[in-house]
């Protein structure tokens, strides 16, 4: 019996676990750009070794935005998997993301150049991860928003 029609699964190098804070203002919806890259993403990044996502989300929000997370407020909206953008093929970003209020005043901090309230139309702006958590929360007729 031959397998010759089935394509190979591309081989997983390497999974990237992080955590993303989704903020939305009506329809907008919070993003964030590094100095020196051309899309939007999610504010968060990578967990580090013994952390665990919420601390991740609640560690990572503070540096690039200068604001803290207000911890009873942390809910998990789930977790996205996918390509990482700019990413070697076989690199998988599993994405954690949080909704949660925060104290402070938002302003970009250390890497990140910009923030920018997203409209819905401008969603492409955002790498491919986050118009698919966007579009897979938003786009839907969800409960979970």
Known sequence: MS????RPEPV???VIETANW?????AKILSV?????????LPGGKIDQGETARDAIQREVKEELGV????GTIQTLGTFAGQG????????????CFAAY???TLAPARE???LRWLSPQERYLLAPMGQKITAALFDTKSTLV
């Open 12 to 14: 997983i190098t390497k």
């Open 85 to 96: 953008h700019q990413q070697p093929d076989g690199a998988i970003v599993r994405m954690t």
């Open 102 to 104: 925060y104290a402070g």
């Open 112 to 114: 990140i150049a910009e």
């Open 68 to 71: 803290d997370l207000i911890p």
């Open 22 to 26: 989704i903020l939305r203002d009506g």
């Open 33 to 41: 750009r590094s100095h020196g890259r051309d899309r939007f993403y």
């Open 3 to 6: 397998h010759s029609h089935c």
